[in-house]
């Protein structure tokens, strides 16, 4: 297994696994917070019943977090192991895509995502494992009633914080455009499906950063005060 992270290959496919799953994670986090615009009483139960989901919290939960620090990490170890080499970064070595802003600049998208994660951290989930882990509620509730959509619009009433949203889906917008049809590439897509593959991730890579940023503007115009 050493061997394989050794090898530029591995790497490259070890980066592209992890994208996939993260990928995959980001569209299944957007079909739930997506629901807050449509129907708090579902995104209520749904956010419930996935934040006190045994499976969720001590299976897929660890797996996520696993998941975003090794991508991170592997992305940065990719970058200094191509400059060290060559001078040029793992993003390039794609063809047509070398003269993009996009793949330039991955790594600087990819700081910026980073930068978001850990806000995102801080604003949602360091709260909640206090709420369930440190205090033991793993009730949901304040006043009576389901917490999680009433938290999230307190979270977007700051035009600051929501500003900070918007720009950080615009940088993972970018580092999609990119890094979709890169993943895929890595593990050995053939030429023949590349505008195919590129159509789909030009969708996927505009919609989902385009649909959290219309769920944070929406709950920032529409606070319940």
């Not at 030429?191 to 219309?214: D, E, H, M």
């Amino acid at each position: 297994m050493s061997g394989f992270f050794k090898s530029s290959i591995g790497r490259k496919i070890a980066m592209a696994l992890s994208a996939f799953f993260l990928m995959f994670f980001l569209l299944q986090h957007f079909a739930i917070n997506i629901l807050s615009v449509f129907s708090p009483d579902l995104f209520n139960e749904v956010s419930h019943f996935m934040g006190t989901n045994p499976l969720v919290q001590f299976a897929l939960q660890p797996i996520l977090i696993f998941g975003v620090v090794f991508h991170f990490v592997m992305g940065f170890i990719l970058e200094l192991k191509n400059k060290k080499a060559k001078g040029v970064s793992y993003a390039k070595d794609n063809g047509a895509a070398n003269s993009t802003w996009m793949s330039r600049n991955m790594i600087w998208s990819g700081v910026a995502i980073l930068a978001f994660v850990i806000l995102h951290f801080i604003d949602f989930w360091f709260p909640e494992i206090n709420t369930k882990f440190i205090q033991g509620d793993w009730s949901g509730l304040h006043n009576g009633e389901f917490r999680y959509y009433h938290e999230l619009q307190e979270k977007f009433l700051s035009p600051v914080r929501v500003v900070a949203y918007v720009i950080a889906f615009v940088f993972l917008a970018l580092h999609l455009l990119h890094g979709f049809t890169s993943a895929f590439q890595s593990m050995g897509s053939t030429a023949g499906r590349k505008k195919t593959l590129q159509t789909i991730g030009k969708i996927y890579s505009i919609v989902v950063p385009l649909g959290f940023i219309f769920i944070a503007i929406y709950h920032h115009l529409n606070h319940n005060h």
